[in-house]
Structure formats: structure tokens, C-alpha cells
């Protein structure tokens, strides 16, 4: 009956180990905030002591996430520069750039990667000839 439910509700066991980095939700002034924070030891089935900076609160299962660390397991910096390099992607705050200098003005590329500017006719929404 338990499985029956658990399916139904979409309910999930969480389990966390101790030194797991997870975040923890913390409830000031009617606002929820997470907080990242380190497992220090679990208290019962579903309560859990967690370190946040100086502090040891106890959270609830259901008020933890887990959380990837920030060490070996965080991307590379140029990751970025890496995937728009082999899709052949421009930037999005270059091509921003460029619309922002000259609005009227699309950019198409050509085969022979020659740029051609095109300039926009009617910049503005078409309006309904009825009336």
C-alpha cells in the first residue's frame, strides 16, 4: 500500500551521508532561502544535522537538496568557449553588441563566408489594413 502511494504522490526517499554538500532551506521573515551546507550526522529517519558557514541547524529531509560540489566535479571556465567553437556559435553578447550599434541592419552569411548587411524595411509590427 506504501508503494501504491509512493507511486501515486510521486514521493522519493532521500537519503544524504554525512559530508554530503547539500542546500538547506532556511525560512527568515517569511522568505525561504537556500543556503549551501555540509551533512554533519543524521538524527532519526528523515532529520539531519547540517553545518551552514558557523551554524548546525536540523533540517528535514524535505528541506534538503543535493548539491554538486565546487571542486574537481565544476566545468572548465572556457567550456563555454569549447562547445560555441565546434557548433561554429557566435556569442550572444557579441551578436547583442552589434544589433544594439545598428539596429536596421541584419547580418546574413554567404557560403564563401563573405557578410552581407541587408537593411530591414519596416522595422515596425505590421498593422491590420481593416478596419
Do not use: C
Request: without cysteine; aromatic residues 6%; proline residues 2%.
Amino acid at each position: 500500500m506504501e508503494k501504491q502511494f509512493n507511486k501515486h504522490h510521486g514521493a522519493r526517499e532521500r537519503i544524504f551521508h554525512v559530508k554530503d554538500p547539500v542546500y538547506a532551506m532556511v525560512q527568515k521573515y517569511q522568505k525561504n532561502k537556500w543556503v549551501h551546507g555540509i551533512i554533519k550526522r543524521r538524527i532519526g529517519r528523515v532529520v539531519y544535522e547540517v553545518q551552514m558557514g558557523k551554524e548546525i541547524l536540523r533540517k528535514r529531509a524535505n528541506q534538503l537538496r543535493k548539491r554538486i560540489s565546487s571542486g574537481s566535479d565544476r566545468l572548465d571556465s572556457n567550456t563555454l568557449q569549447t562547445m560555441l567553437g565546434t557548433f561554429d556559435i557566435e556569442e550572444l553578447g557579441q551578436r547583442t553588441a552589434e544589433v544594439a550599434t545598428n539596429p536596421r541592419s541584419v547580418v546574413n552569411s554567404t557560403s564563401d563566408n563573405q557578410q552581407q548587411r541587408t537593411v530591414i524595411q519596416n522595422s515596425y509590427p505590421r498593422r491590420s489594413s481593416r478596419s
